[in-house]
């Protein structure tokens, strides 16, 4: 099944998204932007329609998966038309971002008048400009804000690894998720088994409920740990789910690193995405000589002292103490009787000023 969009002289830009939902059916979404001030290179009267491998100039797209294909095709007196062949794609969902690229006319209004086009003619210093103001809307919360600009970012430097991840984790936390995947998919193309690029998919695949291919990549980081390819400190998102309404991450740790020697952590995040209480099964060095002495031949053995901590801005509490590393399965079962209510913690310690919770941005 082919779909062919016809583009007129208009100064627009065009969002082409298809859903293929089955076999039999597709469905398509098409947006239009006007861009201000602007006017094309490549009018639709010559014999080819202009294309730029560096996306300056005439059209750029992105396959989704990299199966689907795309035909340009002149169609003279002042048009052009795009066939898209998305019967490929293996996972059923395909999409591609067709940008008409524009250039700016010399004139005294600001860059702002412009779309995020006006990007692919930024200097160096006005890109880092764009980088600084992207992580400013970040970290104010403002990710659609955020997302905008890095966007305008990766439009001028397509190679920029860090422009494509902060773009993904906004898309997560816009709830996103095919943009998030697409944006770590692209850093991981950029730079392979880049270990912050491999978290942010992890995540983006168990949030979408894209079981086999967080599976598949699961499996992937088993190998890349067992090869010694990924720091300490490494770990990702691999479970997701609700107790009495309130939404859990977990993380899992392959390593047991740093003085809590974590490894698992369950982060109940708010609405807004914000990390509000963390549950941990860790192996703190603390506790390891002195439960060595009472159990040699476990220690011997290569087994540790485990416990179940809480942590909230104002206080920290222990719920379980294990000889040994429990299943994943215990200590999930645990964790949901510490978020219902039901579960009382054995010990607790109340901070006088806030203190930050594991795991938060």
Known sequence: MGLVVAFTQRRTMAFVRMLRTCSFSLSMFLLSVVL???????????????LDPEGIK??????????????FRQGGDGYAS?????????????????????????????????????????????????????????????YAGALRIFRQVIAADPSDIVAYNVSANCSIRLADYPSAIDSFQHALQLRPDEWHSLAGLMRAYTLAGMTP????????????????KLPPEFNYVFE?????????????????????GERYRFKLVNSAGKLVFC??????????????KQH??????????????????????????????????????????????????????????????????
């Open 279 to 292: 549950v941990t099964l860790e192996s703190d060095s603390a506790e390891q000589q002195r439960w060595a």
């Open 36 to 50: 201000a001030q602007a006017r094309f290179i490549d009018n639709f009267d010559g014999p080819t329609v202009q």
């Open 213 to 228: 291919d967080r599976d598949a990549l699961r499996k992937h980081i088993g190998e890349l740990e067992r090869e010694g």
């Open 240 to 260: 997701t789910f609700q107790v009495e309404g309130k939404k859990l991450e977990v993380a899992e740790f392959p390593q047991i690193h740093g003085f809590y």
């Open 82 to 142: 795009i066939v898209v062949d998305a019967t490929t794609d293996k996972r059923g969902i395909w999409w591609v971002l067709i940008e008409r690229k524009a250039t700016i006319q010399a004139s005294g209004q600001s860059s702002r008048a412009f779309s995020s086009q006006a990007g692919a003619q930024a200097s160096p210093d006005a890109i880092n400009v764009l980088r600084r103001q992207g992580m400013d809307a970040f970290h104010l919360g403002d």
């Open 296 to 361: 040699p031949a476990e220690a011997a053995a290569g087994a540790r002292h485990f416990s179940l901590d809480g942590y909230a801005a104002d206080s920290h509490s222990t719920y379980s103490s294990y000889d040994g590393e429990p299943a994943y399965e215990r200590v999930r079962e645990e964790v949901v009787q510490v978020i219902a209510g039901k579960k009382q913690p054995i010990s607790k310690t109340n901070y006088a000023t806030p203190q930050p919770i594991p795991g938060a941005d």
């Open 58 to 71: 005439g059209w750029l797209f992105r396959p989704g998966d990299g199966t689907a294909t795309m035909d």
